[in-house]
């Protein structure tokens, strides 16, 4: 008999040795009371599906919806479903599981012998086949099908995929140095997935498919409520840089991890480097002119000089700092001064911070920050005014006057960069065309294959870890601990904003995770297999050894790369 321990509850009992986590749920079942149904689990802090069978003794933790390792084995598998209805409808076609996007699921579907990715059909013709994939899910979830999962040699996996044509899973597999792979199977089709699925379809309670752009929207539970969907919000700003970035993707040939490692191994590594920077530099450069020209329309209208106030934000580990360097260089190769302005400075004195349910300050509030001054102070500013600004003690938790003056020249150019940038609230009186919004991000767009995506959060994820422990500000651990509170801090002050811009900018890079795993790999092995934060560490790790690990020396010194692996030639306070 093994002796399993539910953490849900602190209980040991005992159980046969092959025991399912089913098994041992039903056993705790009544007393658990959990508000919504397991979707997964995790055995000693290591993820595993409902199916997984236990033959050692082990701790065991079940998780519902509203847990990251829950919400990913529901979509994978709701994934799965969705493949499988294309291929029975229509056999031979082709779908590709992109991203997430306005609150769901973005998926491109193309049919046998449409040449391109983005071909689409008529729309008439794209109701009824969403409507006929619809129905064929909503056909499988009923009849309850099991996800049926099959370890074979890596060689044997590689037969089954070449046999069916998955170019995009040979390559993954082939390369990823595993000598056995698991795949799954769902009645007669086969498909591959990189985490654990759910028992079998029934489970898929709740989501819908609609047609999005030029695709389809899978839509999923919501993460805080799982009984409802998430409430869909249009986002075709983000869709169209996703959109760019997958036609650049396609025309340097890498969409997915597989291209990455072929690309590696032929010795293109600099070269998709050196591209990628340049689709980068001239983004920037192509912003700084439309800032210019913003500048020189707004002073026309206004008949007087004046400058333009440029508003910078994004998500943690976007790039934010490395890109307003950036953006620097090339306002000033347009001829403008640009002028950083802080809105730390301008921070309520600490007492008067509003606070967390949990009694702790809550520095992500758009409270911390004296937002009547600061925005008297710039309009003065911009109007050519000398004005006198504070400065925060960050010791004493109070602001202070010290007589420091700023006064604008004629050619200069206001820049504000940080999480409340483009809240309204911020510069609510001043005129929308005496404003030049930016939102930056990573939007990852390389996915392991068709149907295994990589969330942007990993990737910026993946450059706080190594950002933070280069610092020796925290550790891996550390920093995993933080991430949820972080996320739903974006969730509430910086997302919401994001469609606002005048301009997004994508900092992700085609090649940044074989960069990235170079330095990742060591520090998260360093976090401990007996702490919580050992199942996000451990999964970070199974996907990006999917890529081949290259140096970091061709990643030139200006590179927003450089921000989070360290040697920039940039200097960062």
Same mark, same amino acid.
């Given at each position: ?51 997984f ?26 994934? +799965?479903?969705?493949?499988?209805a #294309?291929?029975?409808? @229509? ?12 609150? /769901?699921?973005?998926?491109n ?5 449409q ?13 009824e ?29 590689v $037969?089954?995929?070449?046999?069916r ?11 990823? /140095? ?5 795949? @799954?199977?769902?009645? *007669?089709t ?11 379809? /029934?489970y ?5 498919l ?16 799982? #009984? ?8 075709p ?8 970035k997958v036609?650049?993707d396609i ?18 590594a600099t070269?998709? %480097?050196?591209?990628?920077?340049a ?8 912003i700084a002119?439309?800032?210019a020209? $913003? ?15 440029v ?16 953006l ?34 809550d +520095?992500?509030n ?15 500013l ?12 960050? %010791?004493?938790?109070?602001?202070e006057w010290?007589?420091?003056?700023? $006064?604008? $020249?004629?050619?200069?150019?206001? %820049? ?10 911020? #510069? ?7 404003k ?7 939007? #990852?767009? %390389?996915?392991?294959?068709d ?28 920093t ?5 509170a ?5 969730e ?18 085609n090649? *940044?995770?074989?960069?990235l ?24 790790l ?11 020396k *061709? ?7 450089r ?6 030639s940039?200097?960062?306070?």
């Open positions: 008999m093994l002796q399993i321990r539910c953490k849900n509850n602190g209980v040991t009992k005992s159980f046969p040795e092959g025991a399912s986590l089913l098994d041992v749920y039903q056993e705790f079942a009544d007393e658990l009371q959990m508000p919504y149904p397991p979707v997964s689990a995790k055995v000693n802090n290591a993820s595993q599906g409902l199916k069978r236990l033959y050692q003794n082990r701790d065991v933790e079940f998780l519902d919806l509203r847990s990251g390792a829950g919400r990913r084995a529901y979509v994978r598998s709701l994934c +799965f479903v969705l493949y499988k #294309t291929q029975d409808l @229509y056999p031979g076609s082709k779908l590709f599981v992109e991203h997430e996007l306005s609150r /769901g699921y973005y998926c579907f193309k049919l046998r012998g040449d391109q990715r983005r071909d689409t059909a008529g729309s008439a013709s794209r109701e086949m969403a409507e006929a994939i619809r129905s064929r899910m909503a056909e499988i979830v009923r009849q309850d099908m099991p996800f049926r999962r099959t370890e074979a040699t890596t060689e044997e996996a $037969r089954i995929f070449s046999d044509g998955f170019s995009d899973k040979v390559k993954l597999i082939e390369s990823s /140095g595993q000598v056995y792979t698991d795949y @799954y199977t769902l009645g *007669e086969i498909d591959y997935y990189y985490g654990p699925l759910l028992p079998s379809a /029934g898929l309670k709740l989501w819908a609609e047609l999005y752009q030029d695709g389809m929207l899978l839509r999923v539970p919501d993460s805080h409520d799982p #009984t409802r969907l998430a409430e869909m919000v249009p986002m700003k983000t869709f169209d840089v996703f959109a760019e036609r650049w025309i340097m040939r890498l969409s997915n991890a597989g291209d990455v490692n072929k690309a590696i191994l032929r010795g293109n070269e998709l %480097i050196q591209v990628s920077e689709l980068q530099e001239k983004k920037i450069v192509k002119e439309d800032i020209a $913003r500048r020189e329309g707004c002073q026309a209208r206004r008949g007087r000089e004046g400058s333009l106030l508003l910078i934000t994004g998500p943690s580990s976007s790039g934010k700092t490395t890109f307003c360097k950036r620097s260089i090339q306002l000033l190769a347009c001829g403008l001064r640009p002028v950083s302005f802080s809105t730390d400075d301008y921070f309520v004195n600490r007492v008067d911070t509003p606070l967390l349910p949990n009694g702790q300050y +520095f992500d758009i409270k911390t920050v004296d937002t009547a001054l600061l925005e008297d102070h710039l309009k003065r911009m109007a050519g005014e000398t004005v006198e600004v504070p400065e925060y003690n960050f %010791i004493t938790g109070r602001r010290k007589g420091k003056r700023l $006064r604008l $020249r004629a050619d200069s150019v206001l %820049i504000i960069e940080g999480i409340h940038a483009l809240n309204p609230l911020l #510069t609510k009186d001043i005129p929308d065309d005496e030049y919004r930016v939102f930056i991000s990573a939007l #990852t767009s %390389i996915s392991l294959d149907h295994n995506w990589i969330p942007t959060q990993d990737n910026r994820l993946l450059r706080r870890i190594i950002r933070d422990y280069n610092k020796g500000a925290f550790t891996a651990r550390e995993i601990s933080q991430w949820q972080v996320c739903e801090a974006e509430q002050w910086i997302l919401p904003f994001q469609e606002t811009a005048d301009v997004m900018f994508n900092s992700a890079l090649i *940044e995770f074989a960069v795993r170079s330095h990742a790999e060591l520090i998260l092995s360093q976090v401990p297999r007996n702490c919580p934060e050992y199942s996000e560490a451990h999964r970070l199974k996907f990006l050894r999917y890529f081949l690990p290259i140096s970091d *061709e990643i030139p010194p200006t590179s927003i790369m921000e989070f692996v360290g040697g920039s940039f200097k960062y306070r």
